[in-house]
């Protein structure tokens, strides 16, 4: 008796199992977790003076492209994209180098314009 009872609650929570699984999704996509999810480009270059270049792109619409160059301190540029969970395509444009990094983007924040205007005197 004991044993039929062990082998009924086994196959039930294989089977609570297999159907919490069934419906799980990476980052609200429609990819379930688990799955393979194709490279479809994959490019790299070096010139062995520091320049490069790479772009890969995905089955699940993540692209991703970046050049640049590690001559007196990097500077590269470049952009990837993808959709959001929302489903609110996303693109960044970037650039890199002795200013810092620069990303653009509809979905990055803005600041609030200051309350008063700058200046770039100081009075003592």
């Avoid at 699984?21 to 479809?40: C, K």
């Avoid at 089955?59 to 590269?76: H, M, T, V």
Wanted: aromatic share 8%; hydrophobic share 35%; with cysteine.
């Amino acid at each position: 008796m004991i044993r039929n009872n062990l082998q009924i609650a086994t196959v039930c929570a294989t089977l609570l199992a297999l159907l919490l699984l069934q419906d799980r999704t990476v980052s609200g996509s429609s990819v379930p977790y688990g799955a393979v999810i194709p490279i479809l480009k994959d490019d790299r270059t070096s010139n062995g003076k520091g320049a490069y270049t790479f772009a890969y792109k995905t089955g699940n619409g993540i692209d991703r492209e970046e050049s640049g160059s590690q001559s007196y301190g990097q500077a590269s540029r470049g952009k990837w994209s993808y959709t959001s969970p929302e489903g609110t395509p996303v693109v960044i444009i970037f650039e890199a180098g002795p200013g810092g990094f620069v990303p653009q983007g509809d979905v990055l924040p803005v600041a609030p314009a200051l309350p008063y205007e700058r200046s770039d005197t100081f009075l003592h």
